[in-house]
């Protein structure tokens, strides 16, 4: 005879596996492009936030050559590190873990700069390391590759490689 308490427990139990089943095949459809623009839509403007032109036209453009550069610097990364990164920007573009992991209701492209530099911060200096990567690969990718560009390396008192 089946008791109530493990009648329950197998219930709990049986929707749980449900729900991650249903999440992992939702995840597995969706577009890694479009929830990696998702993402970057409102990280690049965060992470770059001093370095950017103040001029509307020149921001949008500027944001939009360093998401170019953060996905050129994507391609050239080895196909594990690829979907590793298509599986963390899968994570944030979803709606539940987006709000689970960056405490954000709405999408990272209507977050705004202050909202989002929030949520980099409190990763960066996160218990968990999980959440610490999360921020220095993000960090890292789009810092990166802004400042792989000449152009931008006046900005941080670089005058580029030794000349020989």
Known sequence: MVRRRTFLKLGLAGGALLAAGGAASWLAVRDPVSNRR????????????????????????????????????????????????????????????????????????????????????RWRTHRLELLQSAYHALHDLVAGSWYAEPAHWAAIGYDGPPRL
């Open 38 to 121: 998702e993402v970057l839509a409102g990280v690049v403007p965060a992470i770059l936030d001093g370095a950017l032109p103040a001029d509307a036209a020149q921001r949008a453009a500027a944001i939009g050559q360093a998401t170019a550069a953060v996905e050129a610097a994507i391609a050239a990364l080895s196909p594990a590190a690829q979907d590793e990164l298509a599986q963390l920007f899968a994570l944030l573009a979803l709606a539940p873990t987006r709000l689970a992991l960056a405490g954000l209701a709405q999408p990272w492209r209507e977050a705004g700069v202050a909202e989002v530099s929030a949520v980099l911060q």
